[in-house]
């Protein structure tokens, strides 16, 4: 038998997911990341994209995230996430939607960030490819 | 003495009122049934993100390095108050509640010299600080179109608090709503919302030194208008749990007075009836005693 760990998707209106996990695929800020159990404790800010999660059978289970924290401390990895969809459910036009608002951001004169946005719109084409 | 006519036209007038207000309370219970599970289910999140804030806030302290979001609003001369308040009113006190704790921080405020600034959500708050504070207003929300309150409601507020935070138009903001208690008792209470301190007491014993990916004051940059967010969103649904409880109190004591009113009334009219019947009986005996 592997190790497990909790696992407990968040999001603010709602909890997506809740159960013993032995992996989970993070889309992290600065690259992907494999949490197993027993990782060391981290908080790391999650880029608009997949995560993937396994029970132990099989199969995975995959959910796209507009973007979050995870934190890893003591075998308990809680993930909140701004929107959380499961992976079945995906529509393209969903994300194809995010990226046209990220793009009328983009426009508006006053935004600061330009940099961020653009990032993101990247983030969100990269996660349209893979739906 | 009003005549038959007019008692009974009032008891007709008071018995709709009672129709109305039994209606409102029925309503507002409804509503507040379903504020209350929403307040429930937005409750995890909230909490795992105040965990990883004061994690964050208190691991960042041990490196040093000063964020623009953190510190503990002392010596501060611009003050942000952020007074939530519903869109309606027929709710009890709900309203002027809030706006008495609110007027009575910007009398506190005042006398110490600081400049006040105020922020309104929800129409009624408005209304009523209007009179008094109208130079000090700087924005206001409405939310009679949200027939249920969202996170992205939650995040347009919190971004335009944040950006002006960031303009410098202010230093310290505070929120004002309503804490659900119970369905009968609301308190009226405030906090802090920027600048986010660190509490002491919150790094406990479980001192665990997080991997932070990337550096902690980018994590914070990117997490505490999350958290304003959540704060806000929280703060809303309080509210509008609060508002319904209110509301429903409220209606009930209205029935309650209906139906004492009617009940007199009716009295008042089963006598007057009599006394017509009375005089009557008496005319005709005194006619027939005549004869």
Redesign the interface.
């Known amino acids: 038998m592997t190790n497990k760990f909790e696992l407990s998707i968040i999001s603010a209106e709602s909890k997506v997911f809740e159960g013993k996990v032995e992996n989970i695929l993070v889309p992290g800020m600065v690259g992907d990341f494999l949490v197993l159990s027993n990782h060391a404790p981290c908080i790391s800010s999650i880029r608009p994209g997949f995560l993937e999660f396994s029970e132990g059978t099989s199969d995975k289970q995959r959910y796209f995230v507009s973007g979050g924290i995870i934190e890893v401390n003591n075998n308990m990895v809680s993930v909140l996430v701004d929107s959380a969809v499961s992976g079945d459910k995906v529509v393209k036009e969903d994300i194809s939607n995010l990226i046209s608002e990220v793009d009328d951001r983009l426009s508006s004169e006053d935004t600061v960030n330009k940099d961020d946005l653009g990032l993101r719109k990247n983030d969100l084409e990269e996660a349209l490819k893979q739906a | 003495m009003p005549s038959l006519k007019d008692l009974k036209i009032r008891i007709d007038s008071v018995k709709s009122t009672r129709k109305i207000t039994k209606a409102m309370q029925m309503v507002a219970a409804a509503k507040l049934r379903k504020a209350q599970e929403?307040a429930e289910?937005?409750r995890?999140?909230?909490e795992?993100?105040r965990?990883?804030v004061s994690?964050?806030a208190s691991s960042v302290k041990n490196v040093a390095g000063d964020n623009k979001f953190l510190g503990d609003g002392n010596d501060c001369n611009k003050f942000l108050l952020i007074v939530a308040t519903a869109e309606r009113g027929l709710c009890g006190g709900f309203n002027s509640s809030i706006v008495k704790l609110a007027k009575s921080r910007i009398a506190e405020l005042k006398s110490q010299n600081k400049e006040v600034k105020i922020l309104t959500i929800g129409k009624k708050g408005r209304e009523q600080l209007n009179r008094e504070f109208e130079s000090l207003f700087i924005s206001h929300v409405d939310l009679s179109n949200e027939r249920n309150i969202?996170?992205d409601t939650?995040r347009k507020i919190s971004m335009d608090i944040i950006s002006r935070f960031e303009n410098g138009e202010y230093e310290v903001a505070e929120i004002f709503y309503n804490k659900f208690a119970s369905v009968i008792s609301q308190i009226p209470s405030s906090y802090k919302l920027l600048p986010v301190s660190i509490n002491e007491k919150e790094s406990d014993a479980?001192n665990?030194?997080?991997?932070?990916?990337?550096d902690e004051d980018?994590?914070l940059n990117?997490?505490i208008p999350?958290s304003i967010?959540?704060s806000i969103?929280s703060v809303l649904q309080e509210n509008a749990a609060s508002e319904q409880g209110s509301r429903m109190a409220a209606m009930d004591n209205a029935t309650r007075n209906a139906g004492e009113m009617i009940d007199k009334l009716t009295i008042d009219f089963n006598r007057s009836r009599q006394a017509a019947i009375t005089n009557e009986l008496i005319e005709i005996i005194s006619g027939a005693e005549a004869l």
Do not use: H, Q
Not at chain 2, 208 to 214: I, T, Y
């Open positions: 929403s289910r937005g995890p999140y909230a795992k993100m965990d990883i994690n964050l969202t996170i939650a479980s665990v030194s997080f991997n932070f990916e990337p980018e994590i990117e997490i999350k967010a959540t969103f």
